[in-house]
């Protein structure tokens, strides 16, 4: 599913009123939209609607007058001069045909709701002074609020707060949703999202052309490796998983398991040697093989149906781990690369960017902030949102970035990006990145592209944390892929 800045969502507006549909039109269905889910509420509940304005407040106008209309108690805070209304905001305003109080000076119900309809989704600067006040008393009335397109406050583009934002029991939005309904920190003033159908078609957004998803399988189940009938372990990739040494062995078994669970035909643990007897009586499925140092891996290298590495679980960032990199990488494989390897580059960033735009096969990264702050700070921007940020260092270096965190953000270097939306509280555990490395590079091996299996990998990793429950820990994880993947499988279009 597309997901429209505030830019793209006007635009949507436009063409669907080229196509027939009038702006008064769009203004009533998006208010009557928000009055209905306001209409849940029993008929004695008092409801405050403040309104700014722009386009926000005229669907704030239409809801209040709808609400007015079906029986409840309804008043109205304007914020701003009533002259500064224009166009079909203006006409919902003469149509609401009852006093208007000011916005910063009215007092608040008891008991009740607020329907904030003061800003919306383009808000492009901070809330200061008088306006901040008004916010700061909305989120201390302890009043339910539902907020019109987005919370007021949050930047619709990049999740930001912008100084203050209102605090939302609930959300309407119209068409599609924004990127600041799934960004942090905006997403958690958001509270429950719906998503109104006001009458724009579908056929605007080939015009469109939006670039940022919800990363949901109807972005990638096309090109998921799905078992077929025919196949075999062989047609299936060779995964390789580089170990640590006998003190950090946990992260590339976890990585192994599951890129097998995802699919991989075969796995490989590479193993230094004072680890290999560790992982010998730790594994079954999964084989190992001795790799001592970056002569080691030139060596596993040779065999070309090794088509798929996963590089970084509990490596050290040191130079040796720097070089089992620039080796895989001008390898032509399939390369996920995290954690130790990518802090291995703090102080190589210019020789790392340029080793990745020459790799010879596809590259994702999957770097927590910290990781991300210490490669890529100086490409991105540190004071950057998320999507820019990791936008700009995809297409820096030609690979997929996996921005992890609550609101992990898959980019391309194409400039597609996805935002995740499954992904619980419980996954904040030790090893759960080396899981979802794993199932990335497990995908990778099974030819999967790598923006697409980097989506897919982040969502099969967040619906298995959501099968478990409380209690998670990252040993669960690649046992509850089963499920994951038989829920995946319901969802594949017959």
Sequence with gaps: MELLTPSEMADADRLAIAEATTADQLLERAGRAVADVAARHPFNT??????????????????????????????????????????????????????????????????????????????????????????????????????????????????????????????????????????????????????????????????????????????????????????????????????????????????????????????????????????????????????????????????????????????????????????????SRAVLIDAGALSAFAAERIHFIATLRAALGPVVLTPHEGEFARVFDDIAGKHAAKLDRARAAAEATGAVIVLKGADTVIAAPDGRAAINANAPPTLATAGSGDVLSGLIGGLLAQSMPAFEAASAAVWLHGEAANLFGPGLTADDLPAMLPKALAALASLRPS
């Design 46 to 331: 008092p409801i405050l609607v403040l309104c700014g304005t722009g386009l926000n407040g005229g669907d704030g106008f239409v809801a209040a007058r709808i609400l007015r209309e079906r029986g409840y108690r309804v008043r109205l805070g304007l914020l701003g001069p009533a002259s500064a209304l224009g166009g079909e905001v203006a006409y919902a305003a003469e149509k609401w045909g009852q006093p208007v109080e000011n916005a910063l000076a009215l007092s608040f119900p008891r008991e009740g709701i607020i329907i904030d309809a003061l800003l919306g989704a383009g808000l492009s600067r901070d809330i200061g002074g008088t306006l901040a006040g008004l916010v700061e008393r909305i989120n201390a009335s302890g009043l339910q609020v539902i907020a019109v397109d987005l919370p007021s406050g949050i930047d619709g583009a990049t999740g930001q707060i912008r100084g203050v934002a209102v605090k939302a029991r609930e959300t309407v939005t119209f068409f599609r949703r924004k990127p600041g309904h799934l960004l942090l920190p905006g997403k958690l003033n958001c509270g429950a999202v719906r998503v109104a159908d006001i009458g724009i078609a579908d056929n605007v957004l080939a015009t469109i052309r939006p670039r940022t998803f919800v990363n949901q399988p109807d972005l990638w189940q096309p090109g998921f490796p799905h078992p077929e009938p025919a196949g075999h372990k062989y047609a299936r990739g060779h995964l390789v998983v580089l170990s640590a040494g006998i003190e950090g062995t946990g992260a590339a078994r976890l990585a192994a398991k599951a890129g097998l669970r995802v699919g991989a035909g075969l796995v490989t643990v590479a193993s230094p040697s004072d680890a290999l007897a560790i992982h010998a009586a730790s594994l079954d499925a999964i084989m190992v093989r001795r790799c001592d140092g970056p002569e080691g891996l030139a060596v596993l290298l040779e065999d070309a149906r090794r088509n798929a590495f996963v590089v970084g679980p509990a490596l050290p960032p040191d130079e040796e781990t720097r070089a089992k990199v620039d080796l895989v990488l001008s390898s």
